[in-house]
C-alpha cells in the first residue's frame, strides 16, 4: 500500500505559545519546539513533514488572503501527500474550516484542522492529543484510500465536518460544537468512524481545483430587543454593501414592526441579499412557520436553514467573488455545496 504520509501546516495559535518571559504574556514559538514536546510523532508508520509559516498568526487576525495561501499550498502539495493537518488559533478555527471547504473542489482526502485551548509546553495541555490524533486521521486510509476525505476539524475527542463546527466556550477542552451535524469520528482506545456522516470519496478525482476569489463586503446584523431604525440605516448604508447576514430569533423569527420590514425592502430592492440565520445553536430557520418570519420570506430574504453563523459568513464571501449575477449567488445558497446544510439539495 502507498502511503505518502502527512504535511502539518503550521500557522499559529495557542498550540505553538510559550509565556515570554518579560512580559508574561503568549507568544509563538518554532514548530521544532513542538516536535520536541510531542516525540509521539515520530512513532507514527508513515512519513510526516512540515510546512511553517513564516510569520506565525493569531486566529484573531486570520482574513481570507490566509485562506487564500493555505488553498494553494494545498493545491501544490497535493499529490505528494494523503493527508493534511492545519494547526491553527481555535478563535477563527471554524470561519477557516468552512471557508476551505467551500474553496477546494474534487477533495478525496483529509484535511484536518486542530490546535489547542492551552499551549502544548502546558502540563495539562490538551495539543498533544489533539495534534496526534489529528495525524493519525489525516493519514489513515481503507483499501488505500483516505477514510475522511473533506474538510475537518478535531477537537476535544470529537472529529466533526469543518463547516458545521461553532466554538462555544473559552474554558473546555471540548470547545468546538456541531448541532445540527452528527459527529464523523469519536476517539477513545480507537478511533471510531462515523461513516454514515461522512461524504463518500469520487474515485475519479485525482486533483483538486480551487476557487480564491473572495468578496468580504458583507455585515452582520444580530436582532435583538430594542433594535431601532438608526441602527439598521447604519448597516444598510454601508457603502458597497453586497449582503447582509440577519441573525434572527429561534426559527427565523424578527420584529414585524413595519419599519424593519421597510428596511429589509430598501436594502433588497439595492440588490443586497439578506440571509436569515438563527442566533440559536440549534435548529434550523424555518421561515414562515411563524407570522414574526412570514413577511421576511414574502418580501424575499433567503433561508439559511441549518447553516452555522461561520459557514453563512464564508459561504457568502465566496459565492460574492465567485459570480457577478446575483442570481446565480441566490441558487447555490439555496443548496448545500459542501455538506454545510442538512436536508436540502446537495451538490456534495
Known amino acids: 500500500m502507498e502511503n505518502k504520509g502527512v504535511l502539518i501546516i503550521y500557522t499559529g495559535g495557542t498550540i505553538g505559545m510559550m509565556n515570554d518571559p518579560i512580559t508574561g504574556s503568549l507568544c509563538p514559538f518554532s514548530f521544532e519546539e513542538i516536535a520536541k514536546e510531542v516525540p509521539e510523532i515520530n512513532e ?25 495561501k493555505l488553498c494553494e499550498i494545498i493545491k501544490e502539495k497535493y499529490n505528494q501527500y494523503d493527508g493534511f493537518v492545519i494547526l491553527h488559533g481555535t478563535d477563527t478555527m471554524a470561519y477557516t474550516a468552512s471557508a476551505l471547504s ?69 474554558e473546555h477542552f471540548n470547545a468546538f460544537s456541531s448541532h445540527n451535524y452528527p459527529y464523523l469520528a ?15 470519496i469520487n474515485v475519479k478525482n485525482d486533483k483538486i481545483s480551487i476557487c480564491t476569489n473572495f468578496n468580504t463586503n458583507i455585515a452582520i446584523l444580530k436582532i435583538f430587543p430594542g433594535i431601532n431604525e438608526s441602527q439598521v440605516d447604519a448597516i444598510i448604508g454601508i457603502k458597497d454593501l453586497k449582503a447582509i447576514i440577519i441573525e434572527t430569533y429561534g426559527a427565523g423569527n424578527a420584529p414585524t414592526e413595519q419599519w424593519f420590514i421597510d428596511k429589509m425592502k430598501e436594502a ?81
Open 186 to 200: 469519536k476517539v477513545g482506545i480507537h478511533i471510531h468512524y462515523n461513516k454514515a456522516a461522512i461524504k463518500d
Open 102 to 170: 467551500f474553496m477546494i473542489d474534487g477533495l478525496n482526502k483529509p484535511i484536518v484542522l486542530t490546535g489547542s485551548q492551552l499551549p502544548i509546553g502546558k502540563i495539562r495541555t490538551d495539543g498533544k492529543e489533539n495534534l496526534i490524533t489529528a495525524i493519525e486521521i489525516a493519514g489513515s486510509k481503507e483499501n488505500n484510500q483516505a477514510i475522511v476525505p473533506e474538510v475537518c476539524l478535531y477537537f476535544g475527542e470529537k472529529l466533526y465536518r469543518g463547516n458545521r463546527t461553532t466554538k462555544f466556550t473559552a
Open 268 to 348: 433588497i430592492s439595492k440588490g443586497i441579499i439578506v440571509y436569515n440565520v438563527t442566533q440559536c445553536q440549534a435548529g434550523r430557520v424555518d421561515m414562515g412557520r411563524y407570522e414574526t418570519s412570514l413577511e421576511l420570506l414574502n418580501i424575499g430574504v433567503m433561508s439559511g436553514f441549518d447553516t452555522t453563523i461561520e459557514a453563512a459568513v464564508t459561504k457568502l464571501m465566496f459565492l460574492l467573488g465567485k459570480y457577478n449575477k446575483i442570481e446565480d449567488i441566490k441558487k447555490d445558497l439555496k443548496v448545500s455545496l459542501k455538506g454545510e446544510i442538512s436536508h436540502c439539495n446537495s451538490n456534495f
Open 44 to 68: 507514527f508508520d508513515f512519513p510526516i513533514e512540515t510546512l511553517i509559516f513564516e510569520n506565525l498568526i493569531d486566529s484573531s487576525n486570520i482574513k481570507p488572503t490566509v485562506w487564500i
